[in-house]
């Protein structure tokens, strides 16, 4: 079974549009982030949610919208996608904010062009 | 200075080499360091925590030098499966990962 799972696994768009990267863990995990990765293998932090709850929302543009339905769940709406969204998605989950052992998706590779 | 700093690499090493990363962190208040690897176009995954007194498994060893801010992760007997991209990485305040940018590791035969 896929602890941390998320879909889709490549998305090709067309700037201007509007997308989302659904991500679902079944490891009984309260915290989940969203990481990103450019082109250059820079991981980092974007979002993390403890229990439903935003607990650190980093210097994004808000046409990123996370979206926690429940603690299961962290899904990443993206509006009017730009050239420089083009990067690798991470869902990941940790037990709590404390324990920063992650555990991470197969990732989602966004290509805009 | 960067968050965390890796020599990005590669490194080029023949099948039973022994090698050795380090990382340079500036956060003096971190708790908590952790080796990933990442294979090409897969996700990160955890190699190991890495501890004041320093751990061992197996081939791997990682080291802490909070005096210096530095972690080190040598790898002894290199394989061909250890080929992959190392990342290492602390912990931040609020339970999010802050990653150095990987030390690529090419093992030869």
């Known amino acids: 079974d896929t602890a941390v799972s998320q879909t889709p696994k490549y998305l090709v768009t067309q700037m201007g549009n509007d997308k989302s990267i659904k991500c679902e863990q079944n490891?009984?995990?309260?915290?989940m982030y969203w990481y990103k990765q450019d082109s250059k293998k820079f991981l980092k932090i974007m979002f993390s949610?403890?229990?439903?709850?935003?607990?650190i929302n980093e210097t994004v543009p808000n046409r990123f919208s996370p979206k926690s339905p429940d603690k299961a769940h962290l899904n990443l709406h993206i509006n009017s996608l730009e050239l420089g969204d083009s990067a690798v998605y991470f869902c990941?989950?940790?037990?709590?904010?404390?324990?920063?052992?992650?555990?991470f998706g197969q990732g989602t590779r966004l290509t805009v062009v | 200075r960067k968050e965390v700093e890796q020599d990005p690499g590669p490194f080029n090493v023949p099948e039973g080499a022994t090698v050795a990363f380090n990382c340079t962190y500036s956060?003096?208040?971190?708790?908590?360091f952790f080796w990933y690897r990442q294979d090409c176009r897969k996700e990160p995954k955890l190699l190991m925590s890495?501890?004041?007194s320093g751990n061992e498994d197996g081939r791997f060893t990682a080291q802490l030098n909070r005096a210096s801010q530095y972690i080190s992760l040598l790898i002894r007997d290199s394989k061909l499966s250890d080929s992959a991209t190392y990342l290492c990485?602390?912990?931040?305040?609020?339970?999010?990962?802050?990653f150095g940018k990987g030390t690529k590791l090419s093992v030869k035969p």
């Open positions: 990941a989950s940790s037990q709590d904010p404390r324990d920063t052992e992650a555990f």
């Open positions: 490891l009984g995990h309260d915290t």
């Open positions: 956060n003096s208040a971190s708790q908590s």
């Open positions: 990485a602390y912990g931040g305040s609020q339970g999010n990962l802050i």
């Open positions: 890495v501890y004041s």
């Open positions: 949610y403890n229990n439903k709850e935003l607990i």
